[in-house]
């Protein structure tokens, strides 16, 4: 299980407690343990836990457990710099859950947070409790079983108008507590490469035009990450250019290739711009959130598109889906090289259920999958340690691709399931036909497996 990155906020609630006050009791009776949690039983418990002293006390200290958790005291129940500040405002309610709330937003993954249930309303999904769970747990946050770690974050983020009725986000609202343009949506579209070095040059400080090839090796020495000699242009400044994020100009000094010149637009905020490229940073790869977001309806008519590039990705999109229906865990995504043009990428599985097992995803849009395909997925295995080939084309599975595959299960211990177009078909008509095909696969490779006895 991965680290609670959600903090605990329990009986640390809006509904059940008064930040004013709280901040009082944290700055009067900083560094003590005893008299913070016995105000706090007085003030909102003492007439919870059905009278019961021992209950009572377990709320108190879980309330100073999520002040401690959202960082208004540390360990030691000391006021820290974020309470003090909070302390401050205290008489100006609507400045304090707007000043917590940046907080949240920037330091504690709360823009991952949001951004995630963006994201699920964008796909039509319902968001709750349990959607909410799998969908950020895919996006790198995680919190206990039963916990109430994201109701506790909503409750506070509601109270500075984040959100406005529910799981409802108000964008405009979130630019106001910034107090700066959201580029969350912005900023997760880039690649590590260009994460680094828009930080790097946000770390210089400087304004004015520096040469892209130093911030490169500033970024190489500061984030252990490595530029393309030739390509640095094409692979991070256009991107760069692109989101408004820099300017670049060409130098006309010196003799031979000139280097480019680059400085940072108003957008390159330093106070926002790092704490949120680190909530990226434990989350998966980009290309993943583009697959997360489409709902079904949209995936279906893209792979139907001309352009082969969109309904390459769409096709993804759509193996991504049959995977979540079947409950796999998202484990990452294999990129492919630069000549594929991006129109391909293998997903990785994994499934806990009863036994391990790991599946790989080859998405082909093509009219045929040759044995050549099947035959390269199957010496991927050994590198990805995987026990399932999952084989998902618009087109047919040619007759030597699939003796091939049945040759392969025969006489190993791989489960080899094609998936093709006109199952996709059944699939897009009815989602729950793909258990139907799952079967009809189990089915087959059972009879390949059969030991005589």
Known sequence: MSETNIPFGSEFSPSQTELPQLLVFCKTYSGNKIEIESKILDTFFANHGNGNKKNQKT????????????????????????????????????????????????NLNGMVFVQCIRDMFLASEDVN??????????????????????????????????????????????????????????????????????????????????????????AEATYGVQFPEKSLPKDVLNRLVELEFIEISKTTEGRGAKPFLVKPTEKVNREILTPLLTQLEQQTDPKLISLLRKP?????????????????????????????????????????????????????????????????IQCKNTKRVALDDIAKEVGLTHFLKSNVIVIVSTGDIGKDARK?????????????????????????????????????????????KKIDL
């Open 404 to 448: 091939y595959s049945n040759k392969i299960m025969k006489e190993s211990n791989l489960c080899i399931v094609l998936i093709e177009g006109v199952d996709i078909e059944k699939i897009s008509q009815n989602p729950v036909a793909i258990v139907d095909v799952f079967e009809r696969e189990a089915k087959e490779t059972m009879k390949l």
């Open 296 to 360: 079904i309806s949209d995936i279906l008519i893209e792979i139907d598109s001309t352009d082969r590039y969109i309904s390459g990705l769409a096709l993804e999109a759509l193996a991504f889906k049959f995977m979540r229906i079947l409950g796999m865990n998202y484990v990452a995504t294999r990129l492919r090289a630069e000549a594929t043009g991006g129109s391909e990428v293998d997903l990785i599985f994994d499934s806990t259920r009863l036994v391990y097992s790991r599946w790989q």
């Open 129 to 218: 409790l349990t959607s909410l769970r799998h969908a950020l747990a895919e996006r790198g946050l995680f919190y206990p079983s039963g916990g109430k770690h994201p109701s506790i974050m909503r409750l506070w983020l509601e109270k500075a108008g984040v959100f406005k009725k529910g799981w409802s986000v108000d964008n405009e609202k979130i630019n106001e507590v910034l107090g700066f343009e959201d580029n969350m949506e912005a900023l997760r579209s880039l690649s590590p490469l260009q994460r680094a070095f828009i930080l790097s040059l946000a770390n210089t400080g400087k304004v004015e035009f520096q040469y892209a090839n130093q911030i490169a090796r500033l």
């Open 59 to 106: 709320l108190a200290m879980n309330c100073r457990l999520g002040l401690k958790a959202y960082g208004i005291i540390d360990e030691n129940s000391v006021i820290t710099d974020l309470g003090e500040k909070l302390f401050l405002l205290k008489d100006h309610t609507q400045e304090l859950y707007k000043e917590f709330a940046r907080h949240i937003l920037l």
